[in-house]
């Protein structure tokens, strides 16, 4: 830290992403990236005339994009916001209705994100208990002067609220917004985007980071009313208008026209989850009923932090995370059946 750094935020504990060491070839399953590649169309968009391109701004209005994705998903553009990642438009909503007097209620175990940006903010968040079976308490979340966050799917539990139970916190909350963090949905979870066509508080997040295998292009989007979208937009212009770049544009078009791959490639991951599955369970292992690309694992045998250590000495990354709450887990990505198979040899031979 430098004498420069302001009073406050020199006790700001930093968001950790999952490691991404350069030390050994891993078979990486620790950051539910994808684990396969863009689709054709995407790889043939991001061609030398897209890279020659470079010396001009982009559309800071990301106008064709929002167009492909509204049309996709049954909206009107002025409904969708676009982003640099999914976070970019977290970090947006907690600085745009979040505060000290507009409180945030989130889940104690949840994308560690949002507890980052609450202390960024100054915002006066609560963590709201999970219960025992790592479900979300929904009562926690109704009638509250505070601004809702909720990652359905949740993570790193994978276990989801139905859209009933989050259009009853929508309904009790009309002055509040309550953000709706999607971005595992395509894994099986129930989309609640239908609702925003509805309910003016309600914002839905999602990303291209794991369904459409562009973890490193950063590119998120979010459904809302026009109003919500007006003010992520005034955050927007008022730090970054040019937030996402060129290529990551070109690259998020065409992943839109190939929707059908990505759509076929999450089937394929929900497949190799199942699989996964009966293989921990076979090993003896505990898992939550996931509806993601992860799955949140623990066994008696061996505790979660020693399972992680002993799997990255066997060159298998996955995550773990030091909560007490949660310590005994470990969060399995899936990944492609190779990949899962040797996560399950190297498993087999520590149990040995
Ligand atoms: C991965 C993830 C994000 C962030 O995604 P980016 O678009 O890569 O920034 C947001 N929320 C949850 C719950 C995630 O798991």
Do not use: W
Request: hydrophobic residues 35%.
């Amino acid at each position: 830290m430098s004498k420069f750094l302001i009073n406050k935020y020199q006790s700001l504990e930093a968001y950790v992403p999952g490691e991404q060491p350069k030390d050994m070839e891993y078979v990486k399953l620790n950051t539910n990236e994808s684990p396969f590649p863009p689709s054709q169309g995407v790889l043939d968009r991001i061609s030398s005339a897209e890279v020659s391109k470079l010396n001009l701004y982009p559309d800071p209005d990301c106008k064709v994009l929002r167009k492909k994705i509204a049309e996709l998903y049954g909206f009107e553009s002025e409904n969708v916001f676009i982003s640099n990642g999914s976070d970019e438009i977290l970090s947006f909503a907690f600085m745009a209705f979040c505060s000290e007097e507009k409180g945030a209620v989130f889940p104690n175990i949840s994308y560690g994100f949002y507890k980052v940006y609450g202390d960024l903010y100054g915002v006066d968040y609560t963590e709201a208990p999970l219960k025992e079976d790592f479900t979300i308490d929904v009562n926690d979340y109704l009638n509250i002067n505070k601004t809702v966050v909720i990652a359905n799917p949740n993570a790193p539990t994978g276990l989801s609220l139905s859209v009933d139970e989050i259009e009853k916190i929508v309904k009790s909350n009309p002055d509040n917004v309550v953000l709706i963090d999607e971005a595992y949905v395509d894994f099986g979870g129930k989309s609640c985007i239908e609702l925003v066509k509805k309910y003016e508080n309600l914002l839905v997040v999602r990303t291209y980071s794991k369904s459409r295998s562009m973890a490193g292009a950063r590119l998120g989007y979010a459904f809302g009313s026009k109003s919500l979208i007006d003010d992520l937009n005034r955050i927007k212009y008022s730090t970054n208008p040019y937030n996402i770049n060129r290529l990551t544009l070109a690259a998020g078009e065409a992943a839109i026209d190939d929707n059908d791959y990505y759509m076929n490639r999450c089937k394929e991951i929900v497949e190799i989850r199942e699989y996964s599955k009966r293989r921990l369970s076979e090993l003896g292992f505990d898992y939550l009923d996931s509806d993601t690309n992860f799955i949140f694992a623990k066994s008696d045998k061996i505790i979660g932090e020693d399972y992680y250590r002993r799997l990255k000495e066997n060159g298998v990354l996955v995550r773990h995370f030091s909560n007490p709450l949660i310590s005994g887990y470990v969060r399995i990505t899936v990944g492609t059946r190779e990949q899962m198979d040797k996560l399950f040899e190297v498993t087999e031979k520590l149990l040995k």
